[in-house]
């Protein structure tokens, strides 16, 4: 009897559970202090890799090469090229005019260009710029049985199955005799195809001059054919003022329908990253990241060794094991692009005659800075893990894991009916309309739809009959009816996890309270505050309940009963479960039999007030219902 008194329901004593509690509240404090180290390194690690001079690098490039037009005709820019007169307008005009800056603004030579041009007089011309282009052979399409009388060549498009790999023109010199593509060089994803390294490729001289008599004699001799692809402009710029390298790549594409898209690349990348003091600063940011993988890659080993298939059970933990994935790999990209730079960055600045291919370097490092920037972001996060012990954010974790089932069965309902408007879309407005375009497109279009975006016009001029039915129905189905069933799920599985939070389910402790009690203990140890006794931790405990009780809406003499209940309460728990009775058997006084009857017809009062508000609430109901 006396063993069993000093046992909790939980079969736990009350001291050890306590003791329990702080120990894992500590720990929590504790690791979320460290990792609040890393998330900080991290930021600066990131934050220190790009600066607003790439932005601005990258606008004045662009506006150069892609705004400038031809001069007598306003309308012809890089952007409007869309015949094969004005391509060549813009290669003997605008690029031609970007690419050479062979004099300051009164016509005075203020440096040797004998090496290089210097673009805005600030941005050095790494080498030569190249051009290449790729075609496809004859006869990679078949043409229809009624009109092979009419035409004998068909050019499909562009596939490294049907790519020509024989010469072609004067077949003298490079650009008219194809040059194998090199294995490590990626490919580049355009409008119409994905197309490899290689092809007929030239580089352009030195001499403004000869640069035009080169295009002069391209254009005059057929240079581009109906069996013309695609045209790769590729150069690079360094920028010592900023320390930036800028990788320019200007394609334009001739799809099999004819006619030229044009599209672009713009990389300001630091390869050169350890130069000034702050570089050095970064450097060691990053040796501390690796110091935090390392530790947090053996803390998530130790757990799974302790916890073994429990631990792939909480979805924190597959949070932690795809932050560390995306830690390592974003590592590993560090170090092959640095040790890349290594390699080649000599190599290329050896020569000055020949094209420099940075394209390889920056398409690296872009895809370092979108590691690094999924990483971070991950990171960002994993703070809820620690904040999800506040009771807002506890809430917010709460509704969610609640309601996820009804999210999943509304969500497979939701693009059931998404994907067939989608569908709907792309057959009907596809071939009119660029929204709709592809079914990628209609995807994306019926989002932006939703959040207010839409061209009504376009759709109205496609299809009058068809077009306004989709917007009216879509709108209706998917604006009206399907998102406010979504946000009624969340907001009744909010209203239930609150109602459970105001009658006392909630967190066991809150990191903000363990924050809160620190920052007391500590003022308490440095007698800056006088130490708080029991009785003024208990008042200012009641206070603190019986002001939340009245923000949740009970009146005065609620209030007092439950306190008078509590106070019963703690009083019985004291003499029936307290761990310093010894005895096996202890008498029941009459006085606390009258103390046991008095608690047990107050716990009666309370049922009987249950019961009658039940009553009223379900009277309500059936009201509502007639």
Same mark, same amino acid.
Request: proline residues 2%; aromatic residues 18%; glycine residues 4%.
């Given at each position: 009897?006396?063993?069993?008194?000093?046992?909790?329901?939980? #079969?736990?004593?009350?001291?050890?559970?306590?003791?329990?509690?702080?120990?894992?509240?500590?720990?929590?404090?504790?690791?979320?202090?460290?990792?609040?180290?890393?998330?900080?390194?991290?930021?600066?690690?990131?934050?220190?890799?790009?600066?607003?001079?790439?932005?601005?690098?990258?606008?004045?490039?662009? &506006?150069?090469?892609?705004?400038?037009?031809?001069?007598?005709?306003?309308?012809?820019?890089?952007?409007?090229?869309?015949?094969?007169?004005?391509?060549?307008?813009?290669?003997?005009?605008?690029?031609?005019?970007?690419?050479?800056?062979?004099?300051?603004?009164?016509?005075?030579?203020?440096?040797?260009?004998?090496?290089?041009?210097?673009?805005?007089?600030?941005?050095?011309?790494? #080498? $030569?710029?190249? $051009?290449?282009?790729?075609?496809?052979?004859?006869?990679?399409?078949?043409?229809?049985?009624?009109?092979?009388?009419?035409?004998?060549?068909?050019?499909?498009?562009?596939?490294?199955?049907?790519?020509?790999?024989?010469?072609?023109?004067?077949?003298?010199?490079?650009?008219?005799?194809?040059? /194998?593509?090199?294995?490590?060089?990626?490919?580049?994803? #355009?409008?119409?195809?994905?197309?490899?390294?290689?092809?007929?490729?030239?580089?352009?001289?030195?001499?403004?001059?000869?640069?035009?008599?080169?295009?002069?004699?391209?254009?005059?001799?057929?240079? !581009?054919?109906?069996?013309?692809?695609?045209?790769?402009?590729?150069?690079?710029?360094?920028?010592?003022?900023?320390?930036?390298?800028?990788?320019?790549?200007?394609?334009?594409?001739?799809?099999?329908?004819? #006619?030229?898209?044009?599209?672009?690349?713009?990389?300001?990348?630091?390869?050169?990253?350890?130069? &000034?003091?702050?570089?050095?600063?970064?450097?060691?940011?990053?040796?501390?990241?690796?110091? +935090?993988?390392?530790?947090?890659?053996?803390?998530?080993?130790?757990?799974?060794?302790?916890?073994?298939?429990?631990?792939?059970?909480? &979805?924190?933990?597959?949070?932690?094991?795809?932050?560390?994935?995306?830690?390592?790999? /974003?590592?590993? @990209?560090?170090?092959?692009?640095?040790?890349?730079?290594?390699?080649?960055?000599?190599?290329?600045?050896?020569?000055?005659?020949?094209?420099?291919?940075?394209?390889?370097?920056?398409?690296?490092?872009?895809?370092?800075?979108?590691?690094?920037?999924?990483?971070?972001?991950? /990171?960002?996060?994993?703070?809820?893990?620690?904040?999800?012990?506040?009771?807002?954010?506890?809430?917010?974790?709460?509704?969610?894991?609640?309601?996820?089932?009804? !999210?999943?069965?509304?969500?497979?309902?939701?693009?059931?009916?998404?994907?067939?408007?989608?569908?709907?879309? @792309?057959?009907?407005?596809?071939?009119?309309?660029?929204?709709?375009?592809? +079914?990628?497109?209609?995807?994306?279009?019926?989002?932006?739809?939703?959040?207010?975006?839409?061209? +009504? /016009?376009?759709?109205?001029?496609?299809?009058?009959?068809?077009?306004?039915?989709?917007?009216?129905?879509?709108?209706?189905? $998917? @604006? @009206?009816?399907?998102?406010?069933?979504?946000?009624?799920?969340?907001?009744?599985?909010?209203?239930?996890?609150?109602?459970?939070?105001?009658?006392?389910?909630?967190?066991?402790?809150?990191?903000?309270?363990?924050?809160?009690?620190?920052?007391?203990?500590?003022?308490?140890?440095?007698?800056?505050?006088?130490?708080?006794?029991?009785?003024?931790?208990?008042?200012?405990?009641?206070?603190?309940?019986?002001?939340?009780?009245?923000?949740?809406?009970?009146?005065?003499?609620?209030?007092?009963?439950?306190?008078?209940?509590?106070?019963?309460?703690?009083?019985?728990?004291?003499?029936?479960?307290?761990?310093?009775?010894?005895?096996?058997?202890?008498?029941?006084?009459?006085?606390?039999?009258?103390?046991?009857?008095?608690?047990?017809?107050?716990?009666?009062?309370?049922?009987?007030?249950?019961?009658?508000?039940?009553?009223?609430?379900?009277?309500?109901?059936?009201?509502?219902?007639?």
């Amino acid at each position: 009897m006396a063993e069993a008194s000093r046992w909790h329901l939980g #079969g736990t004593p009350k001291h050890k559970l306590h003791y329990r509690k702080e120990v894992e509240m500590r720990t929590t404090l504790q690791e979320f202090l460290l990792y609040l180290i890393f998330l900080i390194n991290l930021c600066i690690l990131t934050f220190g890799m790009v600066n607003p001079h790439m932005y601005y690098l990258n606008k004045v490039m662009s &506006s150069l090469f892609l705004d400038t037009s031809v001069h007598g005709e306003e309308r012809i820019n890089f952007k409007s090229i869309r015949s094969i007169t004005d391509f060549w307008k813009f290669m003997e005009g605008p690029l031609l005019e970007g690419l050479y800056w062979d004099s300051w603004y009164n016509n005075k030579n203020l440096y040797d260009l004998k090496n290089s041009s210097r673009i805005y007089y600030e941005n050095i011309l790494l #080498g $030569v710029p190249r $051009v290449r282009q790729l075609k496809v052979r004859n006869n990679t399409c078949k043409v229809h049985s009624s009109f092979r009388s009419l035409m004998n060549e068909c050019y499909d498009k562009y596939t490294s199955e049907n790519e020509d790999l024989s010469d072609f023109g004067l077949k003298y010199d490079t650009e008219w005799k194809y040059s /194998a593509p090199i294995i490590n060089s990626p490919w580049h994803w #355009g409008f119409t195809g994905v197309y490899r390294n290689g092809g007929y490729i030239f580089t352009l001289p030195k001499s403004k001059s000869e640069t035009l008599n080169k295009f002069i004699n391209l254009r005059m001799n057929s240079w !581009i054919t109906r069996s013309t692809r695609v045209i790769f402009i590729d150069f690079s710029l360094y920028n010592a003022n900023v320390n930036l390298f800028c990788i320019i790549r200007l394609v334009a594409e001739f799809p099999a329908t004819g #006619g030229i898209l044009t599209s672009w690349q713009f990389y300001s990348v630091k390869l050169l990253r350890y130069v &000034s003091y702050y570089d050095y600063f970064i450097a060691s940011c990053e040796i501390t990241f690796c110091i +935090f993988l390392i530790v947090f890659t053996t803390q998530e080993v130790l757990k799974i060794k302790e916890f073994k298939s429990a631990y792939f059970k909480s &979805s924190w933990n597959w949070l932690e094991l795809l932050l560390l994935v995306l830690c390592f790999v /974003a590592v590993f @990209f560090n170090s092959y692009c640095n040790i890349q730079t290594f390699l080649l960055l000599g190599q290329l600045l050896k020569s000055t005659e020949k094209y420099s291919d940075f394209y390889f370097l920056a398409h690296w490092h872009i895809y370092y800075n979108n590691i690094i920037a999924i990483t971070i972001f991950f /990171a960002w996060i994993k703070i809820f893990k620690f904040i999800s012990f506040n009771k807002t954010m506890s809430q917010l974790s709460s509704t969610l894991s609640r309601c996820i089932k009804d !999210i999943v069965g509304f969500a497979i309902m939701f693009f059931i009916i998404f994907f067939a408007y989608a569908q709907l879309g @792309f057959l009907v407005f596809g071939s009119q309309v660029d929204d709709f375009s592809t +079914f990628q497109n209609s995807i994306f279009t019926q989002f932006r739809i939703v959040l207010g975006d839409f061209n +009504f /016009a376009g759709i109205q001029q496609a299809s009058r009959i068809l077009g306004p039915i989709y917007f009216i129905t879509f709108i209706f189905f $998917v @604006f @009206f009816v399907l998102l406010n069933m979504f946000l009624a799920i969340i907001n009744d599985t909010y209203s239930e996890v609150k109602a459970d939070y105001s009658i006392g389910r909630r967190p066991d402790f809150e990191l903000g309270k363990m924050i809160k009690k620190s920052y007391h203990n500590a003022l308490e140890k440095l007698k800056l505050k006088k130490p708080e006794t029991d009785e003024d931790k208990k008042s200012r405990k009641s206070r603190d309940l019986a002001e939340q009780a009245r923000r949740e809406g009970f009146d005065e003499k609620e209030i007092q009963s439950a306190e008078q209940m509590k106070k019963w309460k703690e009083r019985l728990e004291k003499k029936y479960y307290s761990t310093e009775i010894q005895d096996d058997y202890q008498p029941v006084t009459q006085q606390e039999f009258r103390d046991l009857f008095l608690y047990a017809v107050e716990l009666e009062k309370e049922l009987h007030y249950v019961s009658l508000k039940l009553n009223r609430v379900m009277r309500k109901v059936s009201a509502l219902q007639y």
